[in-house]
């Protein structure tokens, strides 16, 4: 689960969907994201049941998590239409993160962030002129809120109006998004706190 974006955009958006409105016939400012955890694509059957998935949704852009891809298999992640993929990958064979872009839109990257532990990955570009930030995070298990606290303030000053989040966050930020053994802890209060004050918002838990 990971749904995060940033609130400014919001009137930005109405205002220049009306300006964009005329110009839909040229081009479609619409993009769409998915996202999903794999769990694992070292399994050639597992890739292809990906890449056809991929496929049918046709997203502009898909950012996957615990990819357990090394670096020197970036190659084994091929999705045909897709040739843009951006990727984090831990020695190990742990976690893992990528984003695949169409190549239906025109995407100028400008400045990409990642760790070798493959637990993020962040992009700043241009897609069809506007600029985007994408970040796609992989939350490990224990410790999960803290750790997309702390990497949240460290990417601060890459995060505009213009920022989306997306990823497996492994953290349950509303009672509604929790199992039944989970408890929303002080962990949890304390990232949301940085979410508000970010203006960061749960994009799914606000239309739903």
């Known amino acids: 689960m990971g749904r995060l974006k940033h609130t400014g955009r919001e009137t930005k958006e109405i205002e220049e969907n009306r300006k964009t409105r005329h110009?839909?016939?040229?081009?479609?400012?619409?993009?769409?994201?998915?996202?999903?955890?794999?769990?694992?694509?070292?399994?050639p059957i597992k890739r292809h049941r990906v890449a056809g998935w991929i496929k049918e949704q046709d997203p502009t852009i898909c950012c996957l998590q615990e990819t357990h891809l090394s670096p020197k298999d970036k190659h084994r992640l091929r999705v045909?239409?897709?040739?843009?993929?951006?990727?984090?990958?831990?020695?190990?064979?742990?976690?893992?993160?990528?984003i695949?872009?169409?190549?239906?839109?025109?995407?100028?990257?400008?400045?990409?962030?990642?760790?070798?532990?493959?637990q993020y990955i962040m992009i700043k570009g241009t897609l069809h002129q506007e600029d985007l930030t994408l970040i796609n995070i992989y939350a490990?298990?224990?410790?999960?809120?803290?750790?997309?606290?702390?990497?949240?303030?460290?990417?601060?000053e890459d995060i505009n109006n213009n920022t989306i989040i997306v990823g497996d966050l492994n953290t349950p930020l509303t009672?509604?998004?929790?199992?039944?053994g989970q408890k929303i802890n002080k962990e949890i209060i304390e990232l949301n706190e940085k979410l508000d004050q970010m203006d960061l918002i749960d994009i799914y838990r606000t239309l739903h």
């Open 23 to 43: 110009k839909m016939v040229v081009v479609d400012p619409h993009i769409s994201i998915i996202t999903l955890n794999v769990n694992g694509l070292n399994s």
């Open 80 to 98: 045909k239409g897709w040739r843009t993929i951006l990727q984090a990958n831990n020695e190990q064979k742990k976690a893992g993160v990528a």
């Open 100 to 118: 695949l872009i169409s190549d239906k839109v025109d995407f100028k990257a400008k400045q990409i962030k990642k760790d070798k532990e493959g």
């Open 140 to 156: 490990p298990n224990t410790g999960a809120p803290k750790f997309v606290k702390q990497l949240l303030i460290e990417l601060k």
């Open 175 to 180: 009672p509604m998004d929790r199992t039944s």
